[in-house]
């Protein structure tokens, strides 16, 4: 049987040196196939024979949301509609993916030129068999407000604030970490549909409460690590007190919980401040919903002065004055009427 084998390797080797580019491309296929199936079948048997334990999970993302540093960094806050939503960030699903095992988690490039990268993201669970995946593009351009000089942008637009953005073309650094954004919220999103909606609920819960209890001991001290962080984004103490409509003094543990949530919203580039301020208060609704509210409003307002003052009269064309030589000598022209007047002194 040895020998029939080694044969049948000896004259494949043999026609491989004979024909050496007809066949290592097909080889070189052939043999990533056979592993990639032989290592999806071994994380499935691994699934089988060590199948997790869903209360043990639960256990154990409970003490990591009961981790003051982790807590910090397990919650996002997104602006939809009229009141911002708190939920778990990428950290958290994270943390889900490796408690609970026996999952893959993967990002593919499927195309890709000069403009764009279309990318799919997914997540198979091989207990029960089942993967949910994303598609997305990624432009190679980013958004500046301002140009730097000798700097030619793409194209512009106006954002829902009614402001000028110009699209530039991306670096590679820029490009690569607006890649990997887009990739952590697509996994975040594919992670988080394996969870059981309970679990999560009871991770979110526990890691507001980890926030508000850090909060409540030493308020002064967290206020002070929340105004340097908000900081380090560019957002002003003076914003953070219009986010919440008091003085930073005034705030309630599960406030400054909800601040936290808003940092990691704003750092890892989700939302932008004005974005969550928006959400929060509701101010800049009506601009959000029509990008040319500001301009509308001022075209409006300079059509209702001008019907301030009721019709305006159409203008009578004047009479056209005669010529010098036509006034009469000892007359003179009216300026208001046009009529032929005698000069004082003349026998007229």
């Not at 060590?50 to 209360?55: G, L």
């Not at 942008?153 to 590679?172: F, H, I, K, Q």
């Not at 986010?243 to 003094?249: I, K, Q, T, V």
């Given at each position: 049987m040895s020998n029939v084998q080694d044969n049948g390797n000896t004259l494949a080797l043999r026609e491989q040196e004979q024909h050496p580019t007809s066949m290592q491309p097909a080889s070189a296929t052939a043999q990533a196939s056979a592993m990639a199936r032989s290592r999806v079948e071994a994380a499935y048997l691994v699934a089988m024979?060590?199948?997790?334990?869903?209360?043990?999970?639960r256990t154990m993302v409970l003490k990591e949301c009961q981790r003051k540093g982790?807590?910090?960094?397990?919650?996002?806050?997104?602006?939809?509609?009229?009141?911002?939503?708190?939920?778990?960030?990428?950290?958290?699903?994270?943390?889900?993916a490796r408690l609970m095992g026996n999952m893959e988690s993967k990002a593919i490039t499927l195309y890709e030129d000069d403009d764009k990268q279309l990318i799919e993201v997914a997540v198979t669970d091989f207990e029960s068999n089942t993967a949910y995946s994303e598609q997305f593009t990624v432009e190679k351009v980013i958004e500046r407000r301002r140009l730097k000089k000798n700097q030619k942008?793409?194209?512009?637009?106006?954002?829902?604030?009614?402001?000028?953005?110009?699209?530039?073309?991306?670096?590679?650094r820029d490009f690569t970490a607006k890649r990997r954004a887009e990739i952590s919220k697509a996994m975040r999103t594919?992670?988080?549909?394996?969870?059981?909606?309970?679990?999560?609920?009871?991770?979110?819960?526990?890691?507001?409460?980890?926030?508000?209890?850090?909060?409540?001991?030493?308020?002064?001290?967290?206020?002070r690590q929340l105004v340097d962080a908000f900081a380090d984004i560019g957002v002003r103490a003076a914003d953070l007190r219009?986010?919440?409509?008091?003085?930073?003094?005034?705030?309630?543990p599960h406030e400054l919980a909800e601040l936290r949530a808003v940092y990691q919203t704003v750092k890892a580039g989700e939302a932008n401040w004005r974005e969550c301020v928006s959400a929060k208060t509701g101010v800049l609704s009506d601009e959000e919903s029509d990008p040319h509210a500001v301009l509308k409003e001022t075209i409006r307002q300079k059509l209702a002065s001008q019907k301030k003052g009721g019709k305006r009269r159409r203008p009578q064309?004047?009479?056209?004055?005669?010529?010098?030589?036509?006034?009469?000598?000892?007359?003179?022209?009216?300026?208001?009427?046009?009529?032929?007047?005698?000069?004082?002194?003349?026998d007229g």
């Open positions: 024979r060590r199948p997790r334990q869903i209360d043990d999970v982790f807590a910090q960094k397990a919650l996002y806050s997104l602006p939809i509609g009229g009141e911002p939503i708190i939920g778990p960030s990428i950290r958290l699903a994270e943390a889900f942008p793409v194209s512009s637009r106006l954002n829902s604030y009614g402001d000028r953005v110009y699209l530039v073309r991306a670096t590679e594919c992670i988080l549909r394996h969870v059981p909606d309970d679990i999560k609920d009871e991770a979110i819960g526990q890691a507001r409460a980890t926030i508000a209890s850090g909060a409540a001991k030493d308020p002064d001290a967290y206020r219009d986010y919440l409509g008091h003085g930073l003094d005034g705030a309630s064309p004047k009479k056209a004055a005669p010529e010098k030589s036509e006034i009469p000598e000892g007359y003179e022209q009216d300026p208001a009427t046009g009529e032929l007047l005698a000069m004082p002194g003349s």
